[in-house]
Each structure stands twice: as C-alpha cells, then as structure tokens.
C-alpha cells in the first residue's frame, strides 16, 4: 500500500500569516494515463470532512483562493495564504492512484 | 445540492452484524463511483470500501475483506454497508462519500463495537 506521511503533526499559526502543509508518498502518484490523483481535505472541529484541492493543485467549488496545492512525483504541498479562524482544523492528503486509496495521517492547524 | 445521509449506526457486540445505509440526492446517483470511509475516534480517516456505478465492481481494504459487504440500489438512490464479525477495532464513524475522489460527504454515522 502507498504509505502517505503527512508533516508537520502540528501546525501553530497567526491569523493572518501563512502556512504550508507536507505530504509525502511512499512511491510516485502520477497514474498510467499521465494524471496524478492527490487530494486535500478539510476537517473542522466536529464536522465532516471536506475535499479543498483534487488532482494536486485544483480547487473545488466554493474554496477560498487563500488555499493552494503544488507538488509532483512523491512530495505535495497544500499552502494557506493567509491563515483565517474558520481555518482551524485538521488537513488531510488522499492518493487514489494506486489501490488501496490511502490518506495522510493528518495535520492540525490550530492559531497562536 | 449534493446530500449524502448516512445512517444504521448503533452499538453492537463483538461478533455481530450491522447494515449502514446513506441516502443520495443532487446528482444522477447511478453514474457514480460510492465510498465509505471511516474515522475511529481521535484518528484520521481510513478508505474502507468501493463500489462501480453498476455494482459490478466493489473493492475493499484488507482489514474487511471477508467480513463488509458493499452494494447499492441506484432505482433508490442508497448506499449500503453490510458489516459482519464486527470487531472492537471496527468502531468509528462512517461516512459515505461520492466518487472514488470523495468531492462529497454525509454527515456520518457512528458504530462501536463493545461488549
């Protein structure tokens, strides 16, 4: 299985400031048909989670542009901008290019 | 609007059975992929099963082979998970999400396992 490792665990930030958040994968998440199928989602307190960014660097709907995702091959990066209160959470990475589908461990953004 | 609402979940002994349901409605259910995903508490979420918009094709993760059984009705619009043997480790809250990619989520619902 594709092993995802998400860092840092923890991620204190100040409104207002940026943040960046790691995930790495154990092999290389471009698919045969040359796409690659790296996911991000959002997970506020008490809430379900929410996808932000599919295919490493697209938004969905409805998601601020303050939150962005890059990356390539093995490494990925999900970045926030400018970090709001409604930001606090945990942010999780998801592989669906090679089965089984596996997430990140997680990594919770919290404010100074 | 996509909705996705889960329920079935409840308190069950080691050893027994439980059947989710999620209920779909805001897209045309029937030409999608379906997930479950679960989350036991305090921890991150785990992939748990698949199945193909026909229902001829249905993947899960190693940890419940043998023991959930994915299906659907697309002339209902629902989802189902069929668990069986159930065991402590299998306690957590399942979500029923769209897509293999997972663009929407149900609000969850809870199963644990515990004598």
């Known amino acids: 299985d594709v092993v995802m490792t998400q860092s840092p665990l923890s991620l204190p930030v100040t409104l207002g400031q940026p943040a960046s958040i790691s995930c790495r994968s154990s092999q290389s998440l471009v698919h045969s048909d040359g796409n690659t199928y790296l996911n991000w989602f959002q997970q506020r307190p008490g809430q379900s989670p929410r996808r932000l960014i599919y295919?490493?660097?697209y938004r969905d709907s409805g998601v601020p542009d303050r939150f962005s995702g890059s990356g390539s091959g093995t490494d990925f990066t999900l970045k926030i901008s400018r970090v709001e209160a409604e930001d606090v959470g945990i942010y999780y990475c998801m592989q669906e290019t090679h089965w089984p589908l596996t997430f990140g461990g997680g990594t919770k953004v919290e404010i100074k | 609007e996509v909705q996705l609402v889960e329920s079935g979940g409840d308190l069950v002994q080691p050893g027994g059975s439980l059947r989710l349901f999620c209920t779909a409605s805001g897209f045309t259910f029937s030409n999608f992929w379906m997930t479950w995903v679960r989350q036991s508490p305090g921890k991150g979420l785990e992939w748990v099963a698949n199945i193909k918009p026909d229902g001829s094709e249905k993947f899960y993760v190693d940890s419940v082979k043998g023991r959930f059984t994915i299906s659907r009705d697309n002339a209902k619009n629902s989802l189902y998970l069929q668990m069986s043997s159930l065991r402590a480790e299998d306690t957590a809250v399942y979500y029923c999400t769209k897509g293999t990619w997972c663009d929407h989520w149900g609000q969850g619902t809870l199963v644990t396992v515990s004598s």
């Open positions: 295919m490493v660097s």
